[in-house]
């Protein structure tokens, strides 16, 4: 009888441990899931596709925004373990986040979009999940005079997720409607990508830092007859290749009529004018071409450029795009490598007819989240076609990603394309 004993105690061990355990320890993975997928959607509610906080409470906002994991327009995305119910027929349902599993708080008190989310996946209530054999393991002990834990018979576990923003790594390419396999959780994917516009860090590292106050910047645009000497107020910028080409280069080159082209169609493709040459992806470490403001092939339409700027001026004056930022300043005759995203408002655009010049002027933003943008730090896809991986931030550039410390999340630099990311923090859950 005692060999009968131990053997059954040790058998109905195991089987917990693979049903009871294995089926709990499941079960919080797809609630970690939940409450980070769940968490990194709801996180945009609060901004318009370019960045600007939408009106009311942001905390009014992301909980809308979680209606749709909810399923209120359509099925809920997430379903784990639960019960099962007493008859065995429901053994999971949807993971449904309610008002007091979201928490959002403002980390810097001079950029109220500077949000930190926290977000609660869990099975409880009527989804707690019922246990079958831990319970007789217990019972085992009471034959000895052990008392039996209340509350055994069941597991509620739950995951917490925390959401950050970080510089963005990577902009998604744009399409010419929200049509597609995938459908566009922003409204105009068309105008959500990278505009054909880069910067130089050279002095954008300096126009970003928090300390900074100057607004309004002169782009000083790129050409082989001009001086790359920046005055205050400037920085050193050019007009890029962003168009994908389907050849062995991933952008197209910066040289040439053909070239020039492709730019102008780029410009009214974000006005709408143009289905074609639409912007492509653009990613931490692309190398991407300068156009040469001084060659006769760009100034021959330089006028027309300046008159696509403005009808965008036009249109949306208080509309921030998506720039490039370069390495250092524009290499007309080279590949530039890119090492984040600015986030800017055009002002102005003027053409000199004195030597078919374009000058702009730029507004720095906040740095906000934007539509197309997303964080990775793992495989790159641009700009070969092998396997890259993206290289790390240089320490104390405005593009590192952000840290805890006992003062906090690192200060939040200007004018940065910020995407959710999860907290660089542990959040832990409970019940395995």
Known sequence: ?????????????????????????????????????AGLHAI???????????????????AQALSQPNGTSGAPWFQAPAGPSDDGTIVQTPVIFSSSDLSVSTINPDNAGDLLLSLKARRDGSDALKLKFLPLIYGFGSLFGQSTQPGIDRASPYRVAEVCLQPATRIGGARSDNNGPVQSSFASPRICA?????????QWQTAAQPSQNTLLYNIKIAG???SNQAAGGEINGCFVNITRTGGSEF???????????????NLAAFSGDSPFALS??????????????????????AQQITTRLNKLINMAPARFYILPVLESDPIINGKNRVIGFARMRLAKATFDPDDSSIKLQMEIG????????????????IPQLGAAFIQAAQS?????????????LSALPRGIVMAPALSPRAINGGEI
């Not at 009968?4 to 709990?24: E, G, N, P, Q």
């Not at 945009?44 to 992301?62: T, V």
């Not at 492509?280 to 760009?298: G, H, L, N």
């Not at 104390?396 to 906090?408: D, E, H």
């Open 366 to 381: 906040q740095a906000r989240p934007m539509a197309n943008a997303s964080v990775g730090t793992q495989v790159a896809a």
């Open 280 to 301: 492509a992806s653009v990613e931490k470490d692309s190398r991407i071409s300068a156009f040469d403001a001084d060659a006769q092939a760009f100034t021959s339409r």
């Open 251 to 265: 952008y197209g080159d910066a040289a040439g009529s053909q070239a020039v082209s492709q730019l102008f169609d």
């Open 194 to 202: 990278s505009f054909p516009i880069a910067l130089s860090n050279n």
């Open 1 to 37: 009888m005692p060999l009968v004993i131990f053997s059954l105690a040790v058998t109905i061990a195991m089987l917990a441990v693979s049903v009871d355990v294995m089926r709990t320890a499941y079960c919080t993975s797809l609630l970690q899931n939940a409450a980070q997928s």
């Open 44 to 62: 945009y509610g609060a901004f318009s596709d370019d960045g600007e906080l939408k009106p009311g409470q942001s905390a009014d906002n992301i």
């Open 224 to 226: 082989t007859k001009h």
């Open 396 to 408: 104390g550039t405005v593009f590192s990603p952000r840290v805890f410390s006992q003062n906090g």
